[in-house]
């Protein structure tokens, strides 16, 4: 775990004072609504449809259990017994008030925690592989790179007023489980043929209601060089990003009509240019950083007992990955209950959490970008009792990977933006799908909705992607198919006209038999089989012979 | 009546009073003038004043609103090019913003009468905490 120094305390101080100020000058009218709304933006607060809304960084998605207390006070306090765990690694409280709010992020600043930068058109959270220091497959731990980018992007003095949003994700893995090809910035860590460790440098990824897959624009970049590297791409992108329609407004777009080459040309330009005014990072720093994410001592010679139980094993075939040494695990924690809110936690369920972190999983927890929670470093002797503990908090769901691992944007029930909803559709999928020999006959298959264009249920990656979007006043759903977020990035393709609240669940529901049908074999995922078929079968499960076929929704 | 804020507070505009006398940075090849200021927008390019920084006392960048940040990357392209006269913003910035504009190598920013009655001098010099960016910084550059 990262530490704070003293200056990453007095920072974090210094600016719950400065935002303490701001609101006190909004009242005295010094500011106005304008002139503040970055600010309270800047320090993660939005207004949403019934309240504000905080939203705390939860930085690489990386906390321990003295932390998640914390999480679980501020619910307790501040909002109502619970908090939202997102697709970037940030936890949301969705009733604070407005007065209350410098006191919530004294309490974040109490644990080294922050809402710095997780809104607003700015350098946001930097995102990781939730698996980091763990994965078996893993090149290099991805989170000194995130930590040491978190520091330079904060309060960065020439990128807080960028055209738009503005969004990093850090691999270490060739298996990308940081969806890098789907950022603004995706980094994926990569060594060059005397096996010196840098990064190949991905640009114009996004979704949004103009997705586009990421395009490397440096395939190799040293290490010394990755600060001054992004901020030559942040300063192009500062001065040549369009500002004159906020819908246009991405680095994907400026990549797009650009062109990737010619963009490049303009970064490598900038970088030869500022290059010098980096020193290498202070190594005393850099010692300190990599230090702070040093693996922790792992227990050894313990007897790992086999498993019997049905119910258990059936939860570890699901939810419990390898680690990269052979006597421990990575245990995944669904934050997706049958019929229940994805990414939705109770303070109680936090505790939980915090205590089993600290008993069985040496205090270290993560949040996913598929809105679970992650016990990264598990002796495999104590998973039936991480197991029983989950148990008695309601968290032992398992179906981590299958079709009721749902994600989903906060939609029209909480979201200011939303044209439909998004949880309910969610809920009433994995009810469908309730039956957890079905979902494993199914096996993986990653569904995700989105209740608006914006896109934050990443829709346009989902395995099936589900849009609502307002007909008229009638909430409809469009259905994407084949889409992925890892390291074989694709955008889902439309299947046709969308569906009413009362016909998409049935329609997912025969998409999931059309495979079955059609699948080679069960060890033939359902993005597979539609990678082999292409959209026929699917699209005559969904529409049958009705005159529609095909016609734009 | 223009107000400029440095760090030692509000303050009249020197360079004005003095006579001084702005040209926008396409009009600077059709003048041979020194002490010059002069206006650089924000779609121009930082690139052609090179050859004429000698000649040139004072460098305005307006921004069209708070919420356009494209001066401040075109302040740091000023200096990492070798400008080290006076660099000045102007228009609608907020005393928020006042440290950011610092650090990237503005001297001063130039304010109109109402803002600087609705934010007051000490909103502006509001002391502002070191940076992160500091420590990945070598210092030759006055930013």
Redesign the interface.
């Given at each position: 775990m990262y530490a704070y120094t003293d200056f990453d305390q007095a920072f974090v101080r210094e600016r719950v004072d400065a935002f303490r100020d701001q609101v006190a000058r909004r009242i005295n009218g010094s500011l106005t609504e304008d002139e503040f709304k970055p600010h309270r933006l800047m320090n993660g607060l939005y207004l949403q449809l019934h309240a504000y809304m905080l939203r705390v960084a939860i930085p690489y998605g990386t906390l321990d259990g003295r932390q998640m207390r914390q999480l679980a006070m501020i619910a307790d306090r501040w909002d109502k017994g619970y908090g939202h765990f997102t697709t970037r690694q940030n936890i949301q409280f969705n009733w604070p008030k407005l007065a209350d709010t410098p006191a919530m992020l004294d309490a974040l600043a109490d644990v080294e925690m922050h809402a710095i930068q997780t809104s607003g058109n700015c350098i946001r959270n930097v995102t990781s592989d939730h698996f980091a220091g763990a994965a078996a497959d893993e090149i290099e731990d991805p989170r000194p790179t995130a930590e040491l980018i978190r520091q330079w992007s904060t309060d960065h003095p020439e990128f807080l007023y960028l055209p738009r949003k503005f969004k990093i994700a850090v691999t270490g893995s060739p298996n990308d489980r940081a969806a890098a090809k789907a950022h603004d910035i995706g980094l994926r860590m990569v060594r060059d043929d005397i096996g010196a460790p840098g990064y190949e440098v991905l640009v114009g990824g996004g979704l949004g209601r103009t997705p586009m897959i990421a395009r490397v624009v440096r395939a190799f970049l040293p290490k010394a060089d990755l600060l001054p590297y992004l901020e030559a791409i942040l300063h192009v992108y500062n001065l040549e990003g369009r500002r004159d329609n906020k819908y246009k407004a991405r680095i994907k777009i400026l990549a797009h009509e650009t062109g990737i080459d010619e963009l490049r040309t303009r970064i490598e330009a900038a970088f030869e240019r500022i290059r010098g005014d980096f020193t290498a990072p202070d190594p005393a720093t850099v010692a300190r950083i990599q230090g702070s994410f040093a693996a922790p001592d792992f227990a050894t010679d313990r007897e790992i007992p086999t498993i019997a139980d049905p119910a258990l094993r059936s939860w570890v075939d699901t939810n419990v990955a390898d680690h990269r040494r052979a006597d421990h695990a990575m245990v995944t924690v669904s934050l997706k209950p049958i019929g229940g809110t994805p990414g939705d936690a109770t303070s109680d369920q936090m505790r939980a959490l915090a205590e089993i972190a600290e008993t069985y999983a040496y205090d270290e927890l993560r949040i996913s970008h598929e809105q679970n929670v992650v016990l990264p470093h598990v002796h495999r002797a104590d998973l039936p009792a991480v197991y029983a503990a989950l148990r008695e908090a309601g968290l032992h769901t398992a179906n981590v990977g299958l079709v009721s691992d749902i994600i989903a944007c906060p939609g029209m029930d909480y979201c200011a933006l939303a044209t439909a909803r998004s949880i309910p559709i969610a809920q009433e999928i994995s009810t469908a799908f309730e039956d957890i020999r079905r979902q494993r006959d199914i096996g993986e298959l990653k569904i995700k909705i989105s209740g608006c264009i914006n896109a934050c249920g990443h829709h346009h990656v989902g395995h099936i992607g589900i849009l609502g979007l307002d007909r008229a006043g009638v909430e409809t759903y469009q259905i994407t198919l084949g889409g992925d977020a890892t390291e074989t990035a694709a955008i889902g393709e439309r299947t046709g006209r969308g569906f009413s609240y009362e016909e998409i669940v049935p329609a997912v529901e025969r998409l999931v038999d059309a495979y079955l049908e059609v699948r080679e074999d069960e060890t033939e995922t359902f993005l597979e089989t539609y990678r082999r078929v292409g959209m026929t079968p699917f699209k005559d499960a969904l529409y049958g012979s009705e005159e529609e076929v095909g016609r734009a929704a | 009546m223009s107000v400029i804020v440095t760090d030692t507070g509000f303050g009249p505009d020197v360079f004005v009073e003095n006579g001084g006398q702005f040209v926008s940075a396409s009009d600077l090849a059709l003048t041979s003038a020194t002490r010059l200021g002069v206006d650089l927008f924000n779609d121009a390019d930082p690139g052609a004043l090179v050859d004429h920084f000698e000649r040139i006392a004072l460098i305005r960048i307006p921004f069209p609103s708070?919420?356009?940040?494209?001066g401040?990357?075109?302040a740091?392209?000023l200096r990492?090019?070798g400008y080290t006269g006076r660099l000045r913003a102007s228009g609608h910035l907020?005393?928020?913003q006042y440290?950011?504009?610092r650090?990237?190598g503005f001297d001063e920013v130039e304010i109109d009468f109402d803002l600087a009655t609705?934010?007051p001098e000490p909103?502006w010099l509001?002391a502002a905490?070191?940076?992160?960016?500091e420590?990945?910084?070598?210092s030759?550059?006055a930013?």
């Open positions: - | 708070f919420a356009d940040g494209r401040f990357s075109l740091r392209q990492s090019l907020i005393s928020d440290k950011h504009a650090k990237v609705r934010q909103q509001r905490a070191p940076g992160y960016l420590k990945f910084r070598s030759r550059k930013a």
